[in-house]
Nanobody
Framework: QVQLVESGGGLVQAGGSLRLSCAAS????????MGWYRQAPGKQRELVAG???????NYADSAAGRFTISRDNAKNTVYLQMNSLKPEDTGLYLC???????????WGQGTQVTVSS
């Protein structure tokens, strides 16, 4: 019922910027938590940035200072502004959301981000 669709990924050179979007559908409720995870070749999925319904944010050390997460609660949409991109930022970025009723988690299919040197 609930679906998350990511967009905004692409191929960029080091130092460039991208803005990722994750649109949630199938729920009239605002998610308690929404976040972005990265899955890179040879590495396990890791949290890049997260944001609560109240606006509290957290970032991976590798993202802090360069990435900014934000959300529109009315639209159940989360964004990730990525600046000063580095090759190590490359990976499949997956959107995650936690529903306020029961705490069920949902995942999108991901959007690919590739940063060339």
């Amino acid at each position: 019922q609930v679906q998350l669709v990511e967009s905004g990924g692409g191929l960029v050179q080091a130092g460039g910027s991208l803005r990722l979007s994750c649109a949630a559908s199938g729920s009239i409720f605002s998610f308690n938590y929404m976040g972005w995870y990265r899955q890179a070749p040879g590495k396990q999925r890791e949290l890049v940035a997260g944001i609560t319904r109240g606006g509290n944010t957290n970032y991976a050390d590798s993202a802090a200072g360069r990435f900014t997460i934000s959300r529109d609660n009315a639209k159940n949409t989360v964004y990730l502004q990525m600046n000063s991109l580095k090759p190590e930022d490359t990976g499949l970025y997956l959107c995650n959301a936690v529903h306020p009723l029961g705490g069920r988690t949902y995942w999108g299919q991901g959007t690919q981000v590739t940063v060339s040197s």
